[in-house]
Structures are given as C-alpha cells and as structure tokens.
C-alpha cells in the first residue's frame, strides 16, 4: 500500500459524459501528480500540484483540468469525453515534487462508452 | 521538451536468462529513477540513481547512470517469473522545478 487512495477505482461512462476522478496523497506530501496510461502504453504525465498550485503541465487536454485543495487531495476532470479517453488514470505524490521518489495510487480505470 | 526513451520496447526471455534495459534522456538529467509496474498494477520505486557514473544493485538487479547523467540501464541477471512486468526509468532535468518524465517502457515477459 503506497499510502496514495484513488477513488473511483473502476468507472464506465459514455461519450459526451464528465467525470471526476479523486485523490488523496500519502499524509505529509505537499506535492500530487496525474498520469494517463492508455493500454499497453507508456505513462503520460498529465500535470503537477504542489501545495494547491499548478506547478507543471504535460500533455493535458484542454478538456481536463485538475486542481488541489487546501487539505491537499487532488481531482481530475474529465469532460466531453471520447473514446479515446478510455485509459487507467493514476495519481501520485510526493513530499515536495523536487525530484523525490513518487509514489503511485492503484488508479482509475475509465471507460468510455 | 525533455524526452525519454528506452529500449527494447518488449522482450520475451526464459527463466534463468540475463535482461536489459536501456533508458536515454534526450537532456542531461539531475536524477533517473526506475520504477516496476507488474501487470494489472501500479508503478512501483525501485531505485534513484543521482551521480554521475553510479551504479546501484539491488540482488539480481543492477542499475547504472550514465557519465554524461543522459543514459541509464538496468540489468537483471539470472530472471525468474517474478521479473516479469514493465519496467519505467524516470527522469528529472538538471535545471529548475522540473516534472519527472517516465520513459516509454520495457515490457519483460520470462517463460518458465
């Protein structure tokens, strides 16, 4: 158990549909992370909050967004969604973001149908 | 940007066989971290590696940094089916509050 909680675990939707996918970071790290793992595919960093701002961006759809909250749980947002937006979705924390060891929450696998 | 790429993308060995991964950094890194994803999983840390030229082992497991801190590898001498996954290096550029980049992945499959 890395300490990271993921909520939901499992989600099916269908096109056109929003989601929100939740996280909570391990106790005491200030810093949370969003990747995007499509099948049999690499990691897709998605983007960085460190202490309730934006701190980096990836390769994020302008149809996502993500924020983090003063209690420091995270969630994404995911609407319009397509088909192609069908993947594990994993959040990750760590202590400060400063090149520290990440550790990864079980993920969200979406579906979209 | 930063890119980070490894190869091979897949390997397929027999138990008891030697494998490696190489990771290249399209930057100088300050850190390379390798992280284990078993299948249906989450990734997991194995290791960071941050001198220039260090080699870190971990049992059967043996990771290297590059001297130019560019490239890194991981070797697993002697695999067994509890190898079996993909494995992640993950990089930091060497300026600034950079994101980490994850590679794009070895997927190790070991036949018993």
């Known amino acids: 158990d890395s300490g990271v909680t993921q909520t939901p675990k499992h989600l099916i939707t269908a096109t056109g549909q929003r989601v929100t996918l939740r996280c909570s970071p391990r106790s005491g790290d200030l810093s949370v992370y969003w990747y995007q793992q499509s099948l049999d595919q690499g990691l897709q960093f998605l983007i960085q909050y460190y202490n309730g701002e934006e701190r980096a961006k990836g390769n994020i759809l302008e149809r996502f967004s993500a924020q983090q909250f003063p209690d420091l749980h995270s969630e994404l947002n995911l609407s319009s969604l397509e088909l192609g937006d069908s993947a594990l979705y994993f959040c990750?924390?760590?202590?400060?973001?400063?090149?520290?060891?990440?550790?990864f929450g079980e993920g969200s696998w979406l579906t979209v149908v | 940007g930063q890119q980070v790429m490894q190869i091979p993308q897949y390997q397929h060995v027999q138990e008891g066989e030697d494998f490696t991964t190489y990771c290249n950094s399209s930057t100088t890194l300050s850190n390379i971290q390798w992280y284990k994803q078993r299948p249906g999983g989450h990734p997991v840390f194995l290791i960071q590696?941050?001198?220039?030229?260090e080699v870190k082992k971990q049992k059967r497991l043996t990771f290297q940094f590059g001297e130019a801190k560019k490239n890194s590898s991981l070797h697993i001498t002697a695999t067994q089916t509890t190898d079996v996954g993909t494995y992640f290096c993950?990089?930091?550029?060497?300026?600034?509050?950079?994101?980490?980049?994850f590679g794009t992945g070895t997927r190790l499959l070991v036949s018993p």
């Open positions: 590696l941050v001198k220039s030229g």
């Open positions: 990750a924390s760590t202590r400060t973001g400063e090149g520290n060891t990440i550790y």
């Open positions: 993950a990089g930091k550029e060497n300026t600034g509050f950079q994101k980490l980049v």
